[in-house]
């Protein structure tokens, strides 16, 4: 009887002993973790921030001309340096003459032989009606012999037409600059066979001022309508990057293009830029900058407080009782360390700058105050 009694005291010691285990291990449970150090700023504002709307933008030439021989033959000079500077009328190519010049010697003898015939029918006529006025021929012979002085007169005209067209011909195998600017490297040589309307010699291009084109979209046409006018050498609006580099002259609006793309809905600008160095080239890209002068001011946050998720742009806001939440921000150019939000934030808010990998939507936070002051 007395074993019996020890052995149910003995295992309700047990029992107590381990329903006070399991309660504290459920407290441990339910026990939430400790706030996750991070470091924190401020969304402030700024009326003075410079940073520029950027439009990817193809560098070309205000003239540019491909060359093409009028006449069909052989490349007999090439007169210029490839990459030269040649002005208008400058001679810069010679086709074989010799057919050509045959063919005009030829329409001329032809011009000769029917001017004589003209005489004679001109003599002819002449004569036929001093004898109609003395009543000595028919009537008929005299019609015969006009007839015969105006066909001769208009083969004389044709032939002259054809010396004229055989003489540009000729000309053609002369090929001149059209205008002023840098001609590239020939696509023929000498001795080269080329034809006419067909075979591309060269290209010819203005290079200073030179322009740079890049699309908008057409909600912007009343902004760049608006900069178009009251331009200055010195204005800074305008300015063209290649990667880190930017170009050290300034640009300004040369023209808007007449009609919105109804495909795409925009609108072509061209700029015009100093080329006095020779440093731009057709067909060079880069990116045109364009001064936001909206006068509105900017939000800045630190860049490195935006977490990107798929393609999209978020930050952890700092809320109540220290809790932070998720935030989508639309983000706008860089400015140094900052970067402008276009849309999600206001001014005053906190931004978790640093710590955010160990963070989740409603994760409690406790602020580094030496990172935070030294950050």
């Known amino acids: 009887m007395l074993r019996n009694i020890n052995y149910i005291i003995g295992l309700s010691v047990t029992v107590f002993l381990a329903a006070c285990g399991n309660k504290k291990a459920q407290n441990a449970a339910t026990q939430a973790p400790p706030?996750?150090?991070v470091v924190i700023d401020t969304v402030r504002s700024s009326s003075n921030a410079v940073y520029y709307d950027e439009y990817p933008a193809t560098v070309t030439a205000l003239k540019e001309v491909t060359i093409t021989s009028q006449v069909?033959?052989?490349?007999?000079?090439?007169?210029?340096?490839d990459g030269q500077y040649v002005t208008q009328g400058q001679e810069l190519y010679k086709i074989d003459q010799q057919v050509y010049d045959a063919n005009v010697q030829n329409a001329k003898a032809n011009v000769a032989s029917l001017e004589a015939n003209l005489v004679k029918a001109q003599?002819?006529?002449?004569?036929?009606?001093?004898?109609d006025a003395q009543d000595a021929i028919a009537k008929q012979q005299v019609y015969y012999a006009d007839a015969a002085l105006n066909s001769a007169q208009k083969q004389v005209d044709a032939a002259k037409a054809q010396v004229r067209a055989l003489e540009a011909n000729l000309k053609f195998t002369r090929i001149t600059a059209p205008f002023s600017g840098t001609i590239g490297i020939s696509n023929?040589?000498?001795?080269?066979?080329?034809?006419?309307?067909?075979?591309?010699l060269n290209s010819i291009s203005t290079n200073n001022p030179i322009a740079a084109d890049f699309n908008i979209d057409q909600s912007q046409l009343y902004r760049f309508e608006k900069l178009s006018t009251g331009a200055n050498p010195n204005d800074s609006t305008f300015s063209l990057a290649f990667g880190p580099d930017v170009y050290p002259y300034y640009g300004k609006i040369y023209?808007?293009?007449?009609?919105?793309?109804?495909?795409?809905g925009t609108i072509k600008i061209r700029l015009t830029f100093n080329?006095?160095?020779?440093?731009?080239?057709?067909?060079m890209t880069g990116t045109v900058r364009v001064i936001n002068n909206s006068g509105e001011n900017a939000l800045l946050i630190?860049?490195?407080?935006?977490?990107?998720q798929l393609g999209e742009f978020n930050v952890y806001v700092v809320g109540d009782s220290s809790k932070v939440k998720q935030q989508h921000i639309e983000l706008?150019?860089?400015?140094?360390?900052?970067?402008?939000?276009?849309?999600?934030?206001?001014?005053?808010?906190?931004?978790?700058?640093?710590?955010?990998?160990?963070?989740?939507?409603?994760?409690?936070?406790?602020?580094?105050?030496?990172s935070s002051k030294q950050h």
Do not use: C, W
Not at 123 to 131: F, R, S, T
Not at 302 to 308: F, G, K, L, M
Not at 337 to 351: D, N, P
């Open 302 to 308: 630190p860049a490195t407080s935006i977490v990107e």
């Open 123 to 131: 003599k002819d006529a002449e004569n036929y009606h001093k004898l």
């Open 72 to 81: 069909t033959g052989y490349v007999t000079q090439i007169l210029f340096r």
């Open 188 to 200: 023929v040589r000498v001795g080269t066979s080329v034809v006419a309307g067909q075979t591309v």
């Open 332 to 370: 706008g150019p860089t400015i140094g360390k900052y970067i402008i939000v276009k849309q999600g934030l206001t001014e005053g808010q906190q931004v978790v700058v640093q710590g955010q990998q160990n963070l989740h939507e409603g994760s409690v936070i406790t602020t580094d105050t030496t």
């Open 275 to 283: 080329n006095e160095k020779n440093l731009l080239k057709p067909g």
């Open 255 to 264: 023209i808007i293009d007449r009609a919105v793309d109804p495909q795409t």
């Open 35 to 37: 706030p996750t150090p």
